[in-house]
């Protein structure tokens, strides 16, 4: 499996990215000449407009509102130069001109001009900056050009399938009326507490759920991760760093009253871990396993999968973040997805591995692998893990570089994320392709000590 997913895979490469968050216009100038090679973009328009039109025609007419911008940018430091150099060249002469008569008038002129360049590199250049880089913080990432075109998932290439489908010599039933048989899953009371697309785990419930995080987290920490539980609470900068923000404002839950956001997933937080710091290679790869609930507004749901578990406003997740040489990425990402899947084979639950197409991915991803779980309500298979190579996008929004070797220049990392896995989809999975014809569920043995029990429903569980 590995072999074929590393096929398609690319030779890394440092690719563009947008810039840093916009702080405030007079720190911009120097934020957008460290963070972004706007050269690149101009000299290669047409190209990176090419692979910007693969994800959508949106992303691509965003790029086209650089132009004007961008020209204008260019003029203005054109007008600065040209003044610094008159300043400098009559600066020289002052010093003749001291004790004449046109002396005060020649200085009172240099000051003047000296005045006028600061206006414009403090008022004109940083106006123009603070403009491009909202446009730039708008734009997703460029997409590898191993990702197969298309839009949604129909498009999606299938990478791996493990297992059958679990056939039953019963009608099978919905995870939501399993839970509530059960009494193991209460969404009437979720309801009356917060509203709709909230879910009450309890007893069985709750334990398996908790289970499912030990078992997650001890599996990852088995294999080199680092266990991180991190704030719930972020910044601004933090979600701009990772590309939550400004394009997914809306699925967020902001703080009235601070600067601080629900954590839609862990990856912004444990990315932002290392932001603004230059990182020893010896200490690279970097590897954290991450637990936390999740928070998501619209949740994405347009109009599908909104009942039962699968998209709540609030739920579970343990998030796998790296931060490696750009070398090393690809290599990484089939690492994580293989990280991912064990879990899976580890419970008996069948799925798939697929890589998205170009319009199916992540605002900050390069290249995105899904891992798909099999759920028999719906007969189709649905997203339980997502693991995205963003190359060198989100280093370059939250300045994390490392130092290839002492004295040598910084280099921006490589970020990856995924979820391994998402809890309540995993749940999800397991009472739906575990169900019994009495109405239990069969725990998976990986989670039988952890729950002590071996049947969901029975006398002990």
């Known amino acids: 499996?590995?072999?074929?997913?590393?096929?398609?895979?690319?030779?890394?490469?440092?690719?563009l990215a947008p810039c840093p968050p916009v702080l405030s216009a007079s720190s911009l100038r120097g934020s957008l000449a460290r963070m972004l090679d706007l050269r690149y973009v101009m000299d290669r328009f047409d190209e990176v407009r090419a692979r910007l039109e693969?994800?959508?025609?949106?992303?691509?007419?965003?790029l086209d509102a650089l132009r004007e911008p961008s020209d204008r940018r260019r003029a203005i430091i054109r007008d600065v130069e040209e003044r610094k150099h008159r300043l400098k060249t009559e600066s020289r002469s002052l010093?003749?001109?001291?004790?004449?008569?046109?002396?005060?008038?020649?200085?009172?002129?240099?000051?003047?001009?000296?005045?006028?360049?600061?206006?414009?590199?403090?008022?004109?250049?940083?106006?123009?900056?603070?403009e491009i880089s909202g446009i730039l913080l708008g734009i997703p990432n460029l997409p590898d050009d191993s990702v197969p075109?298309?839009?949604?998932?129909?498009d999606a290439r299938v990478e791996h399938v493990h297992g059958q489908a679990p056939q039953f010599a019963f009608e099978p039933r919905a995870h939501w009326d399993i839970g509530t048989d059960l009494d193991i899953i209460d969404f009437e009371r979720a309801a009356k507490i917060s509203g709709s697309r909230f879910a009450v785990m309890k007893g069985a419930g709750a334990r398996l759920e908790r289970a499912l995080v030990q078992f997650m987290m001890d599996e990852h920490a088995s294999r080199g991760y680092t266990e991180v539980i991190p704030p719930y609470l972020v910044g601004s900068d933090a979600m701009r760093g990772t590309g939550q923000l400004?394009?997914?404002?809306?699925?967020?839950?902001?703080?009235?009253?601070?600067?601080?956001?629900?954590?839609?997933?862990?990856?912004?937080?444990?990315?932002?871990?290392?932001?603004?710091?230059?990182?020893?290679?010896?200490?690279?790869?970097?590897?954290y396993a991450a637990f936390s609930p999740c928070f998501r507004s619209k949740a994405r749901a347009h109009g599908r999968d909104v009942r039962g578990l699968m998209r709540l406003h609030q739920f579970h997740k343990v998030e796998v973040v790296q931060f490696v040489e750009p070398e090393r990425s690809e290599e990484a990402l089939a690492a994580m997805v293989e990280d991912a899947t064990r879990l899976l084979e580890m419970l008996g639950l069948h799925h798939r591995v697929v890589t998205l197409p170009a319009g199916d991915m992540g605002f900050s991803a390069a290249r995105c692998m899904d891992i798909e779980v099999w759920i028999p309500s719906l007969g189709t298979f649905r997203e339980i893990s997502s693991c995205s190579n963003c190359r060198d996008f989100q280093a370059r929004r939250a300045s994390i570089r490392y130092r290839p070797a002492p004295k040598k220049k910084p280099r921006f990392v490589h970020t990856l994320n995924g979820s391994a896995l998402a809890v309540g989809r995993t749940v999800i999975a397991l009472l739906e392709q575990h169900q019994r014809s009495d109405g239990t569920v069969a725990v998976p043995g990986p989670l039988r000590d952890l729950m002590g029990t071996d049947?969901?429903?029975?006398?002990?569980?």
Do not use: C, Y
Request: hydrophobic share 45%; charged share 30%.
């Open 246 to 287: 400004p394009k997914f404002a809306e699925d967020a839950f902001r703080v009235e009253g601070a600067d601080l956001w629900l954590v839609p997933t862990a990856e912004v937080p444990v990315t932002n871990l290392h932001a603004a710091e230059i990182l020893d290679a010896d200490r690279l790869p970097i590897r």
């Open 455 to 461: 049947v969901i429903g029975s006398a002990g569980g």
């Open 149 to 154: 075109d298309g839009l949604d998932e129909k």
């Open 95 to 130: 010093g003749e001109l001291k004790g004449t008569p046109r002396f005060e008038e020649v200085r009172s002129g240099l000051r003047a001009l000296s005045d006028e360049i600061k206006r414009m590199e403090s008022e004109g250049l940083a106006a123009v900056e603070a």
């Open 54 to 62: 693969r994800r959508s025609p949106g992303a691509a007419a965003l």
């Open 1 to 15: 499996m590995w072999d074929r997913i590393l096929a398609h895979a690319p030779v890394a490469s440092q690719i």
